[in-house]
């Protein structure tokens, strides 16, 4: 059975809201009423939940609250991201994955998601908690033709995607701790782990992988303090497909304005409206070491300019940085 084949069915099913005899379905796709029947059962054994009634045909009562090709597919509005989507129920790591898979020649835009990751990756060797069904845990490949200097631009335009997304969609207000983490109310509700193949000057290819809390309840006690998702801020469930769908556009959206100008000068203004880390004082940890100076600006690429106790005016490089708040994580 294509996979083609059975999303068709369920469209079909999802279109009539209604019963559908399977001689109708087996009819308007050209299957035998047997292929129909194993066909539903694949469904149901996904989670679909589908009615039979003799001489009335199949119901779809509920679908399943997954991130699948089937569920996030056809509502999706982006040209490229997303237009080939790898849906598993648990993985190690969606960046792993993709990086496979982009190793293996897949095109741009190709997402990795999962429901569970168990080896989930953060910047620096850091761990990713993801538990099952909670959050959007995706990876996309992209392959900009751009210098390998500039990939902390990819990491700037995920932030401000993700920022927008939240504020769009939901009625939370999120912002962005330079470079690459987006907060509500001070917590972290969102990492994004940029990872890159290249050569001197070209680039094989980017994984940018997105990490967002959606509807989690509880984090492990470790990170309890300074973590949060939109349920536990918003006191409500939210739909992690439409955000994904949403997400994705907005991650092409400003993908699409950086890559065709080669620059992100477009992008600073807004991605510094939603940027908490400026005019505040801030603890730069490189390497262990730490030192303590005041956030003023950002530069055209998008580094943070940083004036020192001493006076001296230092630009922070994305990659090498942890940033924080003086006593506080922020
Ligand atoms: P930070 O500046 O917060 O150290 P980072 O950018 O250096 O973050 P990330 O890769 O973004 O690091 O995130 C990894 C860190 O985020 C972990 O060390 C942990 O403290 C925290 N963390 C892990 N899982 C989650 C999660 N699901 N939600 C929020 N925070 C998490």
């Given at each position: 059975m294509s996979l083609n084949t059975k999303s068709k069915v369920l469209e079909f099913l999802k279109e009539k809201q209604d019963y559908v005899s399977g001689e109708e379905i087996s009819n308007l796709l050209g299957v035998s009423r047997t292929a129909v029947w194993k066909i539903i059962s694949r469904l149901k054994e996904e989670g679909y939940v589908i009615e039979a009634v003799t001489n009335k045909g199949y119901f779809l009562k509920e679908s399943p609250d997954l991130l699948t090709d089937e569920e996030i597919s056809p509502a999706l509005e982006t040209k490229c991201l997303g237009k080939k989507i790898y849906h598993h129920k648990e993985i190690g790591s969606?960046?792993?994955?993709?990086?496979?898979?982009?190793?293996?020649?897949e095109e741009e835009g190709t997402l990795v998601i999962s429901e569970k990751q168990t080896e989930g990756k953060g910047r620096l060797?850091?761990?990713?908690?993801?538990?099952?069904?909670?959050?959007?845990?995706?990876?996309?490949?992209?392959?900009?033709?751009?210098?390998?200097?500039?990939?902390?631009?990819?990491?700037?335009?995920?932030?401000?995607?993700?920022?927008?997304?939240?504020?769009?969609?939901?009625?939370?207000k999120a912002e962005i701790k330079w470079p690459n983490d987006i907060l509500i109310n001070k917590k972290k509700v969102c990492g994004i782990l940029t990872e890159m193949s290249a050569e001197i000057d070209k680039i094989n290819y980017i994984i940018l992988g997105i990490g967002l809390n959606v509807n989690t309840e509880e984090f492990p006690k470790e990170i309890e303090d300074r973590a949060t998702s939109l349920k536990i801020e918003g006191k409500k469930s939210y739909d992690r497909k439409e955000l994904t769908r949403a997400l994705l556009l907005e991650i092409e959206n400003y993908y699409t304005i950086f890559t065709k100008k080669n620059s992100i000068d477009k992008l600073l203004e807004e991605y510094k409206s939603y940027c908490l880390t400026l005019n505040k004082d801030v603890k730069i940890i490189r390497n262990g070491v730490e030192s303590i100076g005041r956030a003023v600006d950002l530069t055209k690429n998008g580094e943070l300019i940083v004036k020192k106790q001493d006076g001296e005016i230092i630009n922070v490089f994305s990659g090498e940085v942890s940033v924080r708040g003086i006593d506080a994580y922020i």
């Open positions: 969606t960046n792993k994955e993709a990086k496979k898979l982009a190793i293996n020649g060797g850091r761990t990713w908690s993801s538990p099952f069904g909670v959050g959007i845990w995706m990876s996309l490949i992209l392959r900009p033709e751009i210098s390998p200097v500039e990939i902390s631009k990819i990491t700037l335009i995920a932030a401000l995607a993700v920022c927008k997304t939240i504020n769009k969609t939901t009625d939370l």
